[in-house]
């Protein structure tokens, strides 16, 4: 494909929403301010993906949820509980997407802030930290942090597009 038909296919580009997301209206703004096609559904793991609909370039269209999601967390408080009371719940998550690209979104934070223990729980930052990084070894789970909430519709649309620009370059 050409870079002209590949640009042509992902204005038709659609994120999937978790139907279970919630609070993520500053996400759902920012593509309805820039057009952005969205739809909710049950995703088997991840809050978001994407897919191209058929068309004459893709007959088949392409869904991208068995290759690559994006789990966003509000902040270092909700993971942290995902690391401890919700861990065999976030970890089957992590299993579910196989080998699927997996990236972890933190919205306002940074690891800064994780080393600091700045976020309320027990947990020690030097075990958060460990957690984190088992989890990123094991299932090859990329790890982001947003300091501004306000910039998680951009990120999420534009790595769902270059993810989906780089792999229709390579078929």
Do not use: W
Not at 51 to 58: A, I, Q, V
Not at 91 to 105: D, K, P, Q, S
Not at 114 to 140: C, D, E, H, I, W
Request: charged share 25%; hydrophobic share 35%; net charge positive.
């Amino acid at each position: 494909m050409t870079n002209y038909q590949i640009d042509k296919l992902l204005k038709n580009l659609t994120i999937y929403v978790d139907t279970r997301e919630k609070k993520n209206a500053h996400i759902t703004r920012y593509f309805e301010a820039r057009n952005i096609n969205y739809e909710s559904l049950k995703l088997e793991h991840g809050d978001y993906s994407a897919y191209l609909p058929p068309c004459e370039l893709l007959p088949d269209g392409l869904d991208l949820r068995d290759l690559i999601s994006i789990e966003r967390k509000s902040g270092l408080n909700e993971l942290a509980g995902n690391f401890t009371k919700g861990r065999e719940r976030f970890e089957r998550e992590l299993i579910r997407a196989g080998n699927a690209r997996f990236i972890l979104m933190i919205e306002t934070s940074s690891y800064q802030k994780m080393v600091k223990g700045s976020y309320r729980s027990l947990l020690p930052p030097r075990s958060y930290q460990a957690t984190m990084n088992a989890f990123r070894f094991r299932y090859n789970m990329e790890v982001t942090y947003l300091t501004e909430k306000m910039t998680a519709g951009n990120y999420i649309y534009f790595s769902l597009y270059d993810y989906a620009r780089h792999y229709l370059k390579s078929i």
